[in-house]
């Protein structure tokens, strides 16, 4: 057992020391007047500990009420979100024809739609074609 770094020998060796220098009745005078400091030392001590305790308290609630506040904020913004999403999704059903059917696309895209219509000549005319049974020649 280490009491600030000294041993058990190493403290009987100074109260030894300290009964030879102060005699023995300084030395109770002496004893008091240490366990007296010591205790001042304490209470100042555990105050200062409290004190330092509340304040992280109190910085921790300020923490925890910012971050209820973020939560909120992050929570209303998906919230809007959300809303704005479905409001698409209505806008689309609404869109879609009567019978229930979405509508075709418009005549000028079905060649971006389709790579191999033939109303578009580049498609047909253009670009490399395989032969069959070669999967991995190409013919230009």
Known sequence: MNFLGIGPFEL??????????????RMA???????????????????????MTREFRR???????????????????????????????????DLEAPDGEAETAPPNTRAVTDPTSETDPQVQSEGPTLKEGDAGEVES
Do not use: H, N
């Open 29 to 51: 005078q002496t004893g008091r007047m240490l366990g007296q400091l010591y205790a001042q030392y304490r209470t100042r001590w555990q105050k200062d500990v409290d004190e």
């Open 12 to 25: 009987l060796l100074i109260l030894v020391i300290a009964t030879v220098v102060l005699g023995p009745e």
């Open 59 to 93: 910085e921790l609630e300020v923490l925890q009420d910012e971050m209820d506040e973020i939560r909120q904020s992050a929570e209303s913004e998906i919230k809007a979100a959300q809303d704005a999403f479905e409001s698409v999704i209505d806008t689309e059903i």
